[in-house]
């Protein structure tokens, strides 16, 4: 039988490739050197994290054991087909029945919570590499009503682990995508240099 919470998470994990998936398809070979909103990451170094996130939370859905000492580079040959079906590996592996049952042993936290973590590093890096590319983005909403109470959760623990920086202040109008951004210490207004 299959798990309704597990059904619930899938699709919207796979909105969520598939809005990243669009602007990393509109990354040109000139973008890749350019500034993004976290400081640690050019584009490519981006491109490069994002991909290995797809890569090891495969293994984290099937309660397996996710390395992330080393990331390899993925930015080469024909890279923005093999995102997508990266990220198309990645929404089958948290689609099994089970994906979201019980602690993650990669982790050491609920496997939902493991998924979220996958989702809103899809959209919120989305975000940062349509910015630092000058494109479009425009996540589901749905995805975003999952994220910002999940994201808002994990906060306190992100903060201290160094994940995320301080919430950035936004205004009572702000979108649900701007409150997600804010939340982990980005400024929704940057812009690059």
């Not at 090891?56 to 390899?72: C, M, N």
């Not at 995102?83 to 089970?98: I, K, M, N, Y």
């Not at 992100?158 to 982990?184: C, H, I, N, W, Y």
Request: glycine share 10%.
């Amino acid at each position: 039988m299959e798990n309704p919470r597990t059904k619930d998470i899938a699709p919207l994990l796979d909105r969520a490739a598939r809005a990243t998936g669009q602007v990393v398809r509109g990354v040109t070979d000139a973008d890749l050197a350019r500034p993004t909103p976290c400081a640690e990451y050019d584009v490519r170094g981006l491109l490069n994290h994002l991909f290995h996130v797809a890569v090891e939370f495969q293994k984290l859905a099937a309660k397996g054991t996710a390395d992330f000492s080393a990331t390899p580079d993925y930015v080469e040959g024909d890279w923005r087909v093999r995102f997508g079906d990266e990220t198309g590996r990645l929404v089958e592996a948290w689609s099994a029945p089970d994906a979201l049952e019980g602690v993650s042993q990669g982790m050491g936290m609920p496997q939902r919570t493991v998924a979220h973590m996958v989702m809103g590093d899809l959209a919120i890096h989305g975000w940062d590499l349509s910015r630092a590319t000058g494109q479009d983005y425009a996540p589901d909403e749905a995805v975003l009503a999952e994220l910002v109470p999940a994201f808002a959760e994990l906060a306190p623990l992100a903060r201290k682990m160094g994940q995320f920086g301080e919430e950035v202040p936004v205004p009572a109008d702000a979108t649900s995508l701007e409150r997600l951004l804010a939340g982990t210490g980005r400024d929704p207004g940057w812009l690059p240099r």
